[in-house]
Nanobody
Framework: QVQLVQSGGGLVQAGGSLTLSCTIFGEIFSRHTMGWFRQAPGKEREFVAYITWNGGLTYYEDFAKGRFTISRDNAKNTVTLQMNSLKPEDTAVYYC????????????????WGQGTQVTVSS
């Protein structure tokens, strides 16, 4: 059984930083492209970033470019999202996901999701 377990998140003031982590169990982690999504209250879940199986390619949604960094450690089966210069509009529940990409702007999530982590940015 595949399980994605998230950690990190919390409350931070605008301009601050947070780190989210996601560890995958029950699957060969290095096989998957990994992605992060977020869902703000009253809004649909939106894509944030992905990283390919070997870390050789990353892709970010426009709002994340220059502020967020996705990375992975295949030896630890973990993917991380470092978020800097946070804004109140970044407030959301963040989810990690295992999926695939087209090595371009498209990411296709599999039905493997983390439990979600709340990120709240105060103004």
């Amino acid at each position: 059984q595949v399980q994605l377990v998230q950690s990190g998140g919390g409350l931070v003031q605008a301009g601050g930083s947070l780190t989210l982590s996601c560890t995958i169990f029950g699957e060969i982690f290095s096989r998957h492209t990994m992605g992060w999504f977020r869902q703000a209250p009253g809004k649909e879940r939106e894509f944030v970033a992905y990283i390919t199986w070997n870390g050789g390619l990353t892709y970010y949604e426009d709002f994340a470019k220059g502020r967020f960094t996705i990375s992975r450690d295949n030896a630890k089966n973990t993917v991380t999202l470092q978020m800097n210069s946070l804004k109140p509009e970044d407030t959301a529940v963040y989810y990690c996901n295992a999926g695939r990409s087209d090595y371009g702007s498209s990411y296709f999530p599999y039905d493997y999701w983390g439990q979600g982590t709340q990120v709240t940015v105060s103004s």
